[in-house]
């Protein structure tokens, strides 16, 4: 089992920036990719960002050049710093694990974005 703690969500206006970090715990060895997606209100759960254990990055095309993600593997953790935010970045971000498990993959129970005018 691994679980995934998200923290860093909270209220911000316009423009404004935040950074939502997810720590993982348990069976970390078998870590693989790790990334952040997210749910608005209404909508499906979409993909955001990702960073492998080697450093490869992948972002929603939504989420370039305003989100950078990033991993501490020392610290199993991934960030997620959000510049630049919009109304429509609002939702819950959720942090998704994969593993060396063929199948098997883990969420966080998710944080909430708040973006205002």
């Known amino acids: 089992q691994v679980q995934l703690v998200e923290s860093g969500g909270g209220s911000v206006q316009a423009g404004g920036s935040l950074r939502l970090s997810c720590a993982a715990s348990?069976?970390?060895?078998?870590?693989?990719?790790m990334g952040w997606y997210r749910q608005a209100p209404g909508k499906q759960r979409e993909f955001v960002a990702l960073a492998t254990s080697e450093g490869r990055t992948d972002y929603a095309d939504s989420a370039e050049g305003r989100f950078s993600i990033s991993r501490d593997n020392a610290k199993n953790t991934v960030y997620l710093q959000m510049n630049n935010l919009r109304t429509e970045d609002t939702a819950v971000y959720y942090c998704h694990a994969d593993t060396s498990f063929l199948g098997v993959d883990y969420w966080g129970k998710g944080t909430l974005v708040t973006v205002s005018t």
């Open positions: 348990g069976r970390v060895y078998s870590l693989g990719a």
